[in-house]
T-cell receptor, first 111, second 114 residues
């Protein structure tokens, strides 16, 4: 399983862009990078995923380096409601399609 | 479109008892995965069901078992509860094989074992 490395915590000022890094140096060619977040005691919320190209949706942007060994999740205008634990996951290509969560990055948006 | 729902929200049991947790998958999804999340940890994969068959299992003992029904809803059963089983239990649904689509999570069931 490809493992990911994330900083344990980050702060971001409200209204500013939050840039959350993730290292996945052992990623395989057919593995996707997924991002989820979990607000306290709630179920994880899907944010975005990508394979090679940068992706953008209504929640965030995902920037994947050309060698695919790292990625950055960007929340363009962070709000207090974005305070959560953010998980970067490389999806294992097995029949079970399970997700391996690490410890994530605790993002705190500061007023 | 209906999201993933779980019941009950909270549950308190004592050691040695048995518990059943329920999950209704998102409309159109045929795969359900279960996860256990201990306090301060990330979710850990328990097992997955695809079209009523177990389709993979994490490092959990046999006293953790499950079912998936024809409507793709699912149950997680835990026998002989231990104190360490206290956790948030999450289910996630997806479209499943062969591509293994995005998993969408329910709100979870908080189980406390006394």
């Amino acid at each position: 399983d490809a493992k990911t490395t994330q900083p344990p915590s980050m702060d971001c000022a409200e209204g500013r862009a939050a840039n959350l890094p993730c290292n996945h140096s052992t990623i395989s060619g057919n593995e996707y990078v997924y991002w989820y977040r979990q607000i306290h005691s709630q179920g994880p919320q899907y944010i975005i995923h990508g394979l090679k190209n940068n992706e953008t949706n209504e929640m965030a942007s995902l920037i994947i380096t050309e060698d695919r060994k790292s990625s950055t999740l960007i929340l363009p205008h962070a709000t207090l409601r974005d305070t959560a634990v953010y998980y970067c996951i490389v999806r294992v290509q097995t029949g079970a399609n399970n997700l391996f969560f690490g410890t994530g990055t605790r993002l705190t948006v500061i007023p | 479109e209906t999201g993933v729902t779980q019941s009950p929200t909270h549950l308190i049991k004592t050691r040695g008892q048995q518990v059943t947790l329920r999950c209704s998958s998102q409309s159109g999804h045929n795969t359900v995965s279960w996860y256990q999340q201990a306090l301060g940890q990330g979710p850990q994969f328990i097992f997955q069901y695809y079209r009523e068959e177990e389709n993979g299992r994490g490092n959990f003992p046999p006293r953790f078992s499950g079912l998936q029904f024809p409507n793709y809803s699912s149950e997680l059963n835990v026998n002989a509860l231990e104190l360490d089983d206290s956790a948030l239990y999450l289910c996630a649904s997806s479209l499943g094989q062969p591509r293994g689509d995005t998993q969408y999570f329910g709100p979870g069931t908080r189980l406390t074992v006394l």
